[in-house]
Structure formats: structure tokens, C-alpha cells
């Protein structure tokens, strides 16, 4: 279940990102959004693996992506206005897709914390989650 929700997560990842190709403004984020889409790749590649399966050289996530998403949200939250109310999600297609983007990742950061509760589970992928999570809210108000 929760691999699933990692790979519906990567579907909508794929959406916004080819939204934000189209847009020379918004380059960059699709260049992210691309690397996300990997990172969640390796994410469900470990999720669907039973723990004493999981090969030593099998792709994971680590605090080095955390912490490049950390990065590029603090880059992101540089040029926008403080919130000082609630946001609507759909004040353009990337803006709306980032939003679907973003309440996906948190169904299944939940549905990987409730597995966490019952088999071992990495801390960064629940991590990595709730920062992802973050970031696509931050890039839903940098989009345009």
C-alpha cells in the first residue's frame, strides 16, 4: 500500500513536471521535479522491498536528499511575501498540480509512518516525505 502511494505520488510529479517544462520561467523546478521523480523511484524500490531483502547497493534515500530539499525551499522561500492567510490551491494548472503534488505525499508519508509502526522502515524516507511535502507548497507559491 504505501509503495503505491509513493508511485501515484510519482504520477503527479510526472504531471507538474511536464506543466513546468512548457514554461521558461519555470525550468528549473522541472529539473527538480525530474530528480524527485527518481528519488521517489529508489523511495518505492525500498518500500516494496521486505527489510532482510533489501540488497546492500540498492538505491535509497539518504539526508543528502533531505537536504537538498531542504535547499531548494529555502532558495524557493526567498522572493515570496510572508502568508498571512490560508492558500487556495488552482491559481494556475502547476499551481493546482503541486497542490494535488503535496496532499499525495502526505498520504503517504502517513500511510509509511503507520508501517514504520510495524516493520523496520528507513527514518530518512518518513523524513524525506514530510520535507517533500513542504517543498511542494513552497513551489506551488513560486509558481507562476
Known amino acids: 500500500m504505501t509503495s503505491q502511494a509513493v508511485d501515484e505520488l510519482n504520477s503527479f510529479v510526472g504531471l507538474a513536471r511536464a506543466t513546468a517544462a512548457g514554461e521558461p520561467a519555470v525550468e528549473s523546478l522541472a529539473a527538480i521535479l525530474l530528480r524527485v521523480q527518481h528519488e521517489l523511484f529508489n523511495l518505492g524500490s525500498i518500500l516494496a522491498t521486505l527489510p532482510e531483502d533489501v540488497h546492500a547497493r540498492q538505491a535509497r ?34 499551481n493546482a498540480e503541486l497542490h494535488i503534488c503535496r496532499t499525495v505525499c502526505r498520504r503517504a508519508e502517513g500511510l509509511v509512518t503507520t508501517l514504520a509502526r510495524e516493520e523496520k522502515v528507513p527514518a530518512e524516507a518518513v523524513k524525506y516525505l514530510n520535507r517533500l511535502s513542504d517543498a511542494f507548497f513552497v513551489w506551488s507559491r513560486w509558481a507562476p
Do not use: H, K
Open 61 to 94: 534515500i539518504t539526508g543528502v536528499e533531505v537536504a537538498r530539499l531542504e535547499a531548494e525551499m529555502d532558495r524557493a522561500n526567498e522572493g515570496l511575501p510572508a502568508l498571512r492567510s490560508f492558500v487556495l490551491p488552482g491559481g494556475s494548472r502547476l
